[in-house]
């Protein structure tokens, strides 16, 4: 399996502000993943992030509010831009190993 | 497009009892199922998969069937622990197509077992 971890694992920013997440992977993986879970909700796709191609938004997500790098096959930041208090969630990363997904222990972000 | 429900929550359960969470799905093709586990303040661990009709999952005592004439993947365990208390989140993945390998997920169920 690969070991993942994020940086910061939380964080409390002021509306308007910006902070980037860092996932990490212990392996090189090809396919990595950034999703987002609301108090008490379930997980939400932010995007899909390949090594050397721009990465793919889903619906309701856009690059100017969650712009993604993808610089290395070990290694992406998920930034969450001119935050506002809806965006408090926990940010989760994963990577795809074989036909599984394994993810980092998140990003707890509030908003104030 | 893909979906997954969960039977709603929260679960409160005595040790020792017998736990099921129900898990429905709706795919197009022939997804594989999964489910995980997130222990409070901690992110998601696989607890099990299914790649196939009629697989059984199963870890740590845990067990789920792909059914595939009812589209279910029902969690079971015989014997619950203090230990197990987390959310359990039912998933699919449908390789390729437009849907890739990402995964949709239900909504989760929070199971609390008391001493």
């Known amino acids: 399996s690969a070991v993942i971890s994020q940086k910061p694992s939380r964080d409390i920013c002021q509306r308007g502000t910006s902070l980037t997440i860092q996932c990490q992977v212990d392996s090189q993986v090809t396919m990595m993943f950034w999703y987002r879970q609301q108090p008490g909700q379930s997980l939400t796709l932010i995007a899909t992030a390949n090594q050397g191609s721009e990465a793919t938004y889903e619906s309701g997500f856009v690059i100017d509010k969650f712009p993604i790098s993808r610089p290395n096959l070990t290694f992406s930041t998920l930034t969450v831009s001119n935050m506002s208090p809806e965006d408090s969630s926990i940010y989760l990363c994963?990577?795809?190993?074989?036909?599984?997904?394994?993810f980092g222990p998140g990003t707890r972000l509030t908003v104030t | 497009g893909d979906s997954v429900t969960q039977m709603e929550g929260p679960v409160t359960l005595s040790e020792e009892a017998f736990l099921t969470i129900n898990c429905t799905y709706t795919?197009?093709?022939?997804?594989?199922l999964f489910w995980y586990v997130q222990y409070p303040g901690e992110g998601l661990q696989l607890l099990l998969k299914a790649t196939k009709a009629d697989d059984k999952g199963s870890n740590k005592g845990f067990e789920a069937t792909y059914r595939k004439e009812t589209t279910s993947f029902h969690l079971e365990k015989g014997s619950v622990q203090v230990s197990d208390s987390a959310v359990y989140f039912c998933?699919?993945?449908?390789?390729?197509?437009?849907?890739?390998?990402?995964?949709?997920f239900g909504e989760g169920t929070q199971l609390t077992v008391n001493p």
């Open positions: 998933a699919l993945s449908s390789l390729g197509g437009t849907s890739g390998s990402r995964l949709t």
């Open positions: 994963s990577v795809l190993w074989g036909l599984e997904q394994y």
């Open positions: 795919a197009t093709g022939y997804p594989s």
